[in-house]
């Protein structure tokens, strides 16, 4: 037979630095679920604000590729580059100022089809967009300037300026 005094559970010692440690693996515990917190919520920011910020690029891309048509256009016809100024307005779209995507071009000078074409395809492509054509008889340098709505009042409109 066991004696009776050997059933007994013997209390454990521990050192007097592991006593004093107790409960210091919980706040651990929540000071990191904290910080994770903090960062996932960084993460959520940034996914939230990705769309807007790839919109604004994309349109910033069109208005210079836009610009970059209508110069081309005007080197093609460099003998009459005083018929492409367009003063500060709305683009005017052919379906009764918006955007036609079956839109042809049917005006009596090359100048004027390239306008309207530009104009078109400016309305298609950046709705509600102002541009401005100017061009210096004097030295040759054409100024393409468009403005639209971005959403942002500290972005600047594009302006794509060359000498033809």
């Keep these: 037979m066991i004696p009776a005094n050997a059933l007994t559970l013997k209390r454990r010692t521990y050192p007097a630095a592991l006593q004093k440690q107790s409960g ?10 904290l910080v994770l917190g903090i960062g996932i919520l960084g993460v959520a ?12 690029s994309q349109s910033r891309s069109q208005a210079v590729l836009l610009a970059e048509d209508l110069l081309d256009r005007i080197r093609a016809n460099s003998d009459n580059p005083g018929a492409y100024a367009l003063g500060q307005g709305d683009a ?3 379906d009764g100022g918006g955007c036609a995507t079956a839109f ?5 000078s090359v100048a004027a089809n390239d306008i309207a074409a530009w104009e078109n395809s400016l309305a298609c492509l950046l709705p509600e967009a102002e541009r401005t054509v ?3 008889m004097l030295t040759n340098v054409v100024t393409v300037t468009i403005d639209w709505d971005q959403n942002d009042q ?9 000498q033809i």
């Design 24 to 33: 210091l693996g919980l706040i651990e515990i929540l000071i990191t679920v």
């Design 45 to 56: 920011s940034t996914q939230v604000v990705s769309p807007q910020m790839n919109s604004q």
């Design 92 to 94: 005017q779209g052919a």
């Design 104 to 108: 042809v071009p049917a005006n009596a």
């Design 134 to 136: 100017a061009v210096d």
């Design 154 to 162: 500290a972005m600047n409109p594009v302006v794509v300026r060359t």
